[in-house]
């Protein structure tokens, strides 16, 4: 049984104590499926949840997590070529993502953070249109209603009250689809995720709270967070939670499936508490080796969400060549179509700025864009303008 | 055809990047996406990756300059221009018009885009009359002009005031520059941080030396008496920390001349024997080693002055630190549990310190938690110097140069090799009698290195 600083028996380095001694009734060991080493291990209750995911099934999640990974290295050098203002690498969480993601229905609703790229990838989302916001081209990257994913949120945690909301809407229509909100450990201090929970508790609706505790709240340590684990809030407000080894794909994947089955049938909501690490910057502006060890993301590296996969694959013999090359080619595929998309995505217009304020037309706005095209239109040439300032 | 790579706003809305080094060659051929340099911003240092496929043609800037945010900084040969992601990069087509597309990363056009004409600035009543573009609604309005937005009205105003921004009126108010008096060489005649530099620095310099300003370094006039760098960086970290260990630890210093001929001698016989084939065993390794066997005899070297809890916190282990001269400034890393290695993994251990330094990839952790520190003074060929404690630590030791100086030995003056220790310490934590008895057992293990066996 893996164990790290945030495991079963506690902290070795003497910091607070994130799980002994602290336990409610939910709190029980880590959920694992997949060993770092990549070793299939049983679980009493958690297998069954997994037990029809086939072979290929299997591949195609490695392939996800490859493409994903993928996605995030390029967008990271789009961002350092000038190309994207900025980037929250997800880099280290494609198993939490991915494995999440792919547990959902297409009628299920996502209201994600910033980090959930892979998320969006799994639903659908058009690989440039993953890329708008970061490149400044619009304030929003796609229509909610094509993919069932909202936009990512920015501020920490909002996206819990949507998502809470959003299935209280559900109730509301009577329909069995459910909402999933992701957010991070350093979410859970914020006032936002407390009261959603807090309603969905309440009226016990169909929405999972997918937390993935990736150690880092920007430069914050977990374990400043929280004197015990994660997980372990959630009790304080009635909702049934889980914690599983969030590098694990398998292990995800049946958590939320677990999570989503209750919602569906009206148990209301869950916390799953995937723990994961992020192993990159907290965006591209940032510079992680000011505040943290190297040696964490060592240890880390060892615990890698797709080298353990890709290790289950092998001991089953399934990693053939042709799969190793389909997977590649895949990631180099998206790889080219991201860094066309960026690269050929039009400028926004300055007018396009009224497109999308108020659904039905507005006669205010119409006069202001009356005003500001004009406004633009008295530039005339901009070299001509620009030469003869101040001559007229 | 020639592509150019333009710096791009590596972070949230920074301007400038110091280019560290450059990884990549004029004639490399380089693939999408490899690392081609590494810079330094004011957040992080991070790695560049090629936006193209092709041939190095030129590097503009040399490492250690600040590059301004859009300026080129390499020139790639790019195979055809067959619009494939391989050759993007968002750069203006060759022959397109003067108007450059406004990057995403390169903050707001500065001088192509066009704006309307600018009104001068007066602090009197308005002398103008801005009417816009026919109004619709607006009843009060009644002129609807066309293109030339805004009419003059010819009276005498009173002296405008210099067009600059507000960080420049910042530090022209903090240099006591008067704006009137600087000539600005911005677009518009707007006045640039540079101008209020070079104002104070004594006049228009060469475009050379300009470009020397804005890089940060060091502002030199030509033919100007002094020099002024800006502070910053790690020279502005270690001068917090020296002055907060210099006026909170009242310091001590002893100095101790050693005949080190036997360590010396030591020293060759262990580069000679085969248990040491491949270390490199250096009189630092000695030192080192001699001062740990020391400090077991007076543990209160090795103990923390906490102010803030009223306690003195005695070190059960060595974290032993080296002064090490980097090329972005002096650090202290140190070795963790020090005390425990034997002198094979001393001697390793102080390599890969000093590598590491050298390579300026030193750890955060690699810089905490010190214990005690070892200065190297002698490689510059210093005897002996009063060094300041690493904050947080009770005693540093410099070593000096290695010198044959005549000396006396067995009763008669000989040429020796003579080495002078200097031992800094915290007053606070350790009186003159154990830093005494400390340095004396440093000394005496040098001067005989059979000494440990009295000791250990």
Sequence with gaps: MFTDELGQGGNAAGGPDNSAGHHSGTGESRVQLITPGGERVSHPQYDAWVRDVTDEQLGSLYEDMVVIRRIDTEATALQRQGELGLWPPLLGQEASQVGSARALRDDDFVFSSYRENGVAYCRGVDLADILTVWRGNASSGWDPYTVNMATPQIIIGAQTLHATGYAMGIQNDGADSVAITYFGDGATSEGDVNEAMVFAASFQSPVIFFCQNNHWAISEPVRLQSHIRIADRASGFGIPSVQVDGNDVLAVMAATREAIERARHGGGPTFIEAVTYRMGPHTTADDPTRYRDANELEDWAAKDPIARVKGLLERKGLLTEQLEAQVAAKADAVARELRAGCINMPDPQPLDIFKHVYSTPNSWLDRQEDHYSRYLASFGDPEGANSEEGAR | ?456
């Design chain 2, 1 to 456: 055809m020639i592509k150019e790579f333009r710096l791009p706003d590596l972070g949230e809305g920074l301007t400038e990047s110091e280019i560290l080094s450059w990884k990549v060659a004029v004639g490399d051929t380089v693939a999408l996406n490899q690392v081609i340099a590494e810079v330094e911003t004011a957040k992080a240092v991070v790695e560049l990756p090629s936006p193209f496929a092709g041939v190095i043609t030129a590097l503009h800037e040399q490492p250690g300059t600040v590059v301004e945010v859009g300026k080129p900084i390499v020139s790639f040969e790019v195979e055809g221009d067959d619009g494939g992601p391989s050759t993007g990069g968002g750069q203006a087509p060759a022959g397109a018009a003067k108007r450059e597309p406004n990057l995403v990363g390169y903050g707001a056009v500065v001088e192509s885009s066009g704006r309307p004409a600018r009104r001068a600035r007066a602090f009197a009543a308005p002398v103008e009359t801005a009417a816009p573009a026919a109004p619709v609604v607006e009843p009060v309005e009644t002129r609807t002009p066309a293109a030339p937005v805004v009419e003059r009205v010819e009276t005498p105003a009173p002296a405008e005031r210099p067009r600059s921004t507000p960080p420049v009126r910042k530090l022209a108010k903090d240099l006591g520059v008067e704006l009137t008096a600087v000539t600005g060489t911005g677009t518009g005649g707007l006045i640039t941080r540079d101008d209020v530099r070079n104002f104070v620095g004594g006049g228009d310099l060469p475009a050379a030396a300009r470009a020397l300003a804005g890089a940060g370094e060091g502002t030199a006039a030509a033919g100007g008496r002094e020099t002024r760098t800006p502070i910053k960086g790690v020279r502005k970290l270690t001068a917090a920390a020296m002055v907060s260990s210099a006026f909170t630890a009242p310091h001590a210093t002893e100095f101790l001349t050693v005949d080190v001929t036997p360590t010396m001698e030591l020293l060759a016989r262990l580069k000679a024997s085969r248990a040491f084939e491949g270390f490199k065993l250096t009189p630092l390794t000695l030192v080192a080693k001699a001062l740990l066997i020391a400090l077991r005899r007076q543990p209160s070297l090795n103990s923390r002055w906490d102010e803030a809890n009223q306690e003195i916190v005695q070190f059960n282990y060595v974290n032993l630190g080296i002064a090490a001269a980097t090329p972005r400034g002096l650090t202290v890393p140190n070795i963790k549990d020090a005390d425990r290695m034997s002198l094979t993994e001393l001697s390793t251990a102080l390599t890969a310190l000093t590598e590491t330094a050298r390579a300026g990839k030193t750890s955060p952790a690699e810089l905490s938690g010190g214990t005690v520190s070892i200065t190297n003074i002698g490689v510059f060929g210093i005897d002996a110097g009063t060094p300041i404690l690493n904050p947080g630590e009770a005693a540093i030791l410099a070593m000096g140069a290695v010198r044959k100086m005549p000396w006396e030995y067995k009763d008669e003056v000989a040429l020796r090799q003579v080495m002078t220790l200097s031992l800094s310490f915290d007053h606070r934590l350790v009186d003159g009698e154990q830093g005494s008895r400390f340095l004396a057992d440093i000394g005496a293990i040098l001067a005989d290195p059979g000494m440990v066996l009295a000791m250990v």
